[in-house]
């Protein structure tokens, strides 16, 4: 009896939750089918939706700021672009829409690129790739003499 009221009493939260300024939810959402469960990175863009990035998934997603729709989706889940396709493999970084472990998302506001770095890779250079506004792949880069690319943005 203890342990049939323990498994139906409780719920996971919803993966993404948003607070106003004075810590009160005002919005809660995310379809565990569709996201993954460890979240990496979230971004805002300039037309407030909401970009999701897991990087064990292999994936970035691209939502309406209530989360109602998905909008893009940038890689597959649970395709990563490692020598043996899990994250525990080491980076291929191919010039594709295919991510090893994406690490964080920027989103230009002046023509809507998107900008995915790969998580740090110890064993690997990590190279940031770089999609238009509808999710097609055009270049990737690393500067000369780094071995791995963090993207931090100080919003302003």
Not at 52 to 61: D, E, K, L, R, V
Request: with cysteine.
């Amino acid at each position: 009896m203890w342990s049939q009221a323990i498994s139906t009493a409780g719920q996971l939260a919803p993966s993404i939750i948003e607070f106003d300024p004075a810590g009160n939810v005002v919005n809660s959402w995310g379809d565990p089918k569709l996201l993954d469960p460890r979240l990496h990175s979230c971004h805002v863009d300039k037309d407030n939706n909401i970009w999701i990035g897991a990087a064990p998934s292999g994936m970035i997603q691209k939502y309406t700021h209530d989360g109602s729709k998905m909008l893009l989706q940038i890689g597959k889940k649970g395709t990563v672009d490692s020598s043996d396709g899990t994250p525990k493999g080491k980076p291929l970084n191919s010039p594709a829409a295919i991510f090893f472990m994406p690490s964080s998302i920027f989103v230009d506001k002046g023509n809507g690129d998107v900008t995915s770095p790969t998580a740090k890779a110890p064993t690997a250079t990590s190279a940031s790739r770089v999609f238009d506004k509808n999710g097609k792949f055009l270049r990737q880069w690393l500067p000369q003499g780094m071995s791995t690319v963090q993207l931090h943005v100080d919003r302003q």
